[in-house]
T-cell receptor
């Protein structure tokens, strides 16, 4: 099955800094998503991005499907960005998502 | 659209009791997925169901765990004779085939604590 690996495992930033989170996957995928799990445990769907680039405010994501990686960019980070960021992929439409282990982000004021 | 609704949000059970977790999918969605998140870990797939049918249960423990998604009503994840190791957050997601251009949407989860 698909292996999904995320890096770095932990990241500490000062408010206002930028960051890049990486997700590598082992096989061709039809679905790739980025999620933010906030400190209350809720999973927020950030991007559905099996290929290409998308932007939403201070966040953007790029997936290079042929090279089997995806990047999540956070610019001008805020304390509310703290939490765990998960990448998840599946190799068929409607199939189960395989999650990476996450990147735990802490943004300090 | 109320999104994916899970209840209860928190559930405490004594060892040996049964736990029932409920998931109501988004309106118009007929497919449901259950995931488990152990403390300090990522989410692990458990089971994928459509109405009255189990599509993929490859992530479900063989004993004590069962899931259903009846024609009417929510999907139920049932854990019999709970043990401390079942303590985790259980998340549900829903989808409608051919309409996942926005990806899967997850509920807020049920946090099960076994004492």
């Amino acid at each position: 099955g698909i292996q999904v690996e995320q890096s770095p495992p932990d990241l500490i930033l000062q408010e206002g800094a930028n960051s890049t989170l990486r997700c590598n996957f082992s096989d061709s995928v039809n679905n790739l998503q980025w999620f933010h799990q906030n400190p209350w445990g809720q999973l927020i769907n950030l991007f559905y991005i099996p290929s290409g680039t998308k932007q939403n405010g201070r966040l953007s994501a790029t997936t290079v499907a042929t090279e089997r990686y995806s990047l999540l960019y956070i610019s001008s980070s805020q304390t509310t960005d703290s939490g765990v960021y998960f990448c998840a992929a599946s190799y068929n439409q409607g199939g189960k998502l395989i999650f990476g282990q996450g990147t735990e982000l802490s943004v300090k004021p | 659209n109320a999104g994916v609704m899970q209840n209860p949000r928190h559930l405490v059970r004594r060892r040996g009791q049964e736990a029932r977790l409920r998931c109501s999918p988004m309106k118009g969605h007929s497919h449901v997925y259950w995931y488990r998140q152990l403390p300090e870990e990522g989410l692990k797939f458990m089971v994928y169901l459509q109405k009255e049918n189990i599509i993929d249960e490859s992530g479900m423990p063989k004993e004590r765990f069962s899931a259903e998604f009846p024609k009417e009503g929510p999907s139920i994840l049932r854990i019999q004779q709970v043990v401390r190791g079942d303590s985790a957050a259980y998340f549900c997601a829903s989808s409608q085939p051919g309409q996942i251009q926005n990806g899967y949407t997850f509920g807020s989860g049920t946090r099960l604590t076994v004492v």
